[in-house]
């Protein structure tokens, strides 16, 4: 039995992923290879006039969606058949790849999507919520072989790197952006649509603060925020010899913040734990100060032997395996430092503080980088 599994990249796109759970879902779609858009169609009239389209699904969510669980289900991609929302180039998309699903039906919300849902309702007598994006993004469901190419590129008026990139069976139309070079499509999740605030405008806690203003230890002068992987946002952060920022234990309950190199931290939010973030030194030979990377891995739970990380993932996400294989381990001996959001927060705002008097300025905006 073959399900659908529907991966999200944005969390704007909740009400999209809402609409596709609900109307195009089940356990026995089985699709030849790769599917085209006619045999997309026609599978879905069979199922729609059968009465079997149900909630059957495997729903897979990037970073920003990992806090919203209740959608997230056991994940078994082998031989499935994707439909993926925004198809992205980071670990999610690789993770999906990596399993060698059938194919993949990509759905992209940025240009024409209602227009293109309504043609897809018409066609397959399946009801869609489309109000919302009657004059926005298009639906794309179609299949690109390595012959059909050409047409596909003359067809979206847009340079299609991903298709030899990233796997000759991906189907994947519409990730790309005008602007994108191949070397930089693969490092990228969608920035437009974030405006490089995206996690602190739609997601569940203050993202932006938490990579833009990280508080780190001996760094200050650039900030080089990389929305490179959907499923790990990192801060590289060069620092500067001189200068050195020391949190105040006094201000956060007296509990040693010392940011030391992999220090890992333990973030929580009320009764739930939200994420991990741990320093990482990097040795950067053009580099005289020391460079330092302050990264959120939410999804190491799983392949730690600590209790205490191991217990977080079910606070997290119960379907991150997909994932967990491309990520390193975290040493089962990591002892963890809590810290709560509003802890971090103050971490933040001290970090400006510091970085005003030490600098004579605000510290640069967060800065899209490849």
Known sequence: MKRILISRALQSNLYISQIITRKYTTSA???PGIPDSES???ELQKFSNSGKIHRDVIIKESAIDYFDTKLCNKIDLKGKTVIELYPG???LTRSILKQDPAGIIPIDPVSGFGRQMQELEESTGIPIEHEMYDNSPSLNIGSVLQDKLPVEKQKLKRETHSYKTMHPNLVMIGATNDEWKSTQLIHHIVESSYHREGWFKYG???IYL???????????K???LPWAISSLFDV???GIEGKKFEIQPKNFNDKNLQLIPNDIWLISSGRKKVGVLKLVPLEEPKIKAPLYIFTNILFLFGQSKSAKLKSAIKTLDPGSEAVLSLIPQIDPNTKCKDLT???LDAICIEYLNWYKKAFGKEPPKPMYMI
């Open 204 to 206: 569940r806690f203050p």
């Open 236 to 238: 590289y952060l060069e």
């Open 40 to 42: 997309v169609k026609a």
């Open 29 to 31: 779609i089985k699709f």
């Open 222 to 224: 650039g900030v080089k």
């Open 341 to 343: 959001l509003e802890e």
């Open 210 to 220: 938490l990579l833009s203003q990280a508080a780190l230890k001996k760094l200050g």
């Open 89 to 91: 180039p980071g670990l």
